[in-house]
């Protein structure tokens, strides 16, 4: 056999090796990574991408990214463990777990921060103006709703006795409900804030920045192999590791890191697992 010969059949057989790993690869079940729908889906989607990129090419699967109408919807979804992946609030991610034996793997840093807004042309001074009006809230399920409805009461302001508030669906509309009047502030999260569209936020202002809690979690469903959940975990290690896709990411989510759970930060979620689960059983 010729020296040429023999490295076509060198080059086959080595090909040879690689194809069913390929086939193999290209044959494994997609994962289905779960989004708390914090803003509108559109823009939410849209700021994942790089994450499904990376992880599709590093874990040599396909993924897929998904949300919910609401947070209810999305957490009923989480229980029903219909996503392989969750990305949601610290407090919600208590609840899956203790309830549904999701495994919580990563959080996100900064943590978030309790905002509460009013319109420039109508300016409040103090939290104290609240006394009478009416409060909108961007997500009435939210961890920032619990803490801030904390720092009213703290500040002698009861819902529902000083003040009342009404929901807004979405980030969108949460600054124009502000604006036409409808609520003389709004509380939401950093988040929240910062998705507002540009020309509606520069109407806006800050009250106060009330609070700052835990970041978001990332949970895995129980029904997953060891195996692959760890490889999950450092994939998304890697990718928070500087990576162009990490980097775009949080330029374009405002978070800085993606790192181990500290100790302790599931448990310190338990005061709130009762309110949480009376929010979502009367979302009204």
Not at 72 to 77: E, K
Not at 103 to 109: A, K, N, Q, S, T
Request: charged residues 15%.
């Amino acid at each position: 056999m010729s020296h040429s010969a023999a490295r076509r059949t060198a080059s086959l057989a080595l090909l040879a090796t690689c194809l069913p790993r390929f086939s193999h690869a290209q044959d494994l079940p997609s994962l289905e990574i779960g989004i708390l729908p914090n803003i509108s889906a559109r823009v939410l989607l849209a700021q994942y991408e790089p994450m499904r990129t990376f992880l599709q090419r590093g874990l040599g699967r396909g993924v897929q990214l998904s949300t919910a109408a609401s947070w209810n919807a999305f957490h009923a979804r989480t229980l029903g463990l219909e996503y392989d992946l969750v990305i949601t609030a610290s407090h919600l991610a208590r609840v899956a777990q203790l309830e549904r034996g999701l495994v919580p793997l990563l959080m996100y840093e900064p943590a978030i921060k309790g905002m509460i807004i009013c319109a420039r042309k109508r300016p409040l001074k103090s939290a104290a103006e609240l006394d009478g009006q009416t409060l909108a809230l961007s997500n009435p399920q939210s961890l920032v709703t619990l803490r801030g409805f904390q720092w009213l009461s703290e500040k002698s302001l009861v819902r529902g006795r000083h003040f009342k508030t009404i929901n807004t669906p979405t980030d969108d509309s949460v600054g124009n409900v502000v604006l036409q009047g409808d609520a003389i502030a709004a509380m939401l999260s950093g988040g929240e804030y910062r998705a507002i569209p540009g020309p509606i936020k520069e109407q806006l202002q800050v009250l106060a920045t009330f609070a700052e809690v835990p970041g978001f979690v990332v949970l895995a469903s129980p029904r997953l192999a060891p195996a692959l959940v760890n490889a999950i975990k450092e994939a998304l290690l890697r990718f928070a590791g500087g990576t162009p896709e990490g980097t775009a990411f949080f330029a374009a989510t405002g978070f800085s890191a993606i790192r181990e759970l500290p100790p302790g930060l599931m448990a310190s979620m338990d005061p709130y697992v009762g309110t949480t689960k009376a929010i979502l059983a009367n979302p009204g």
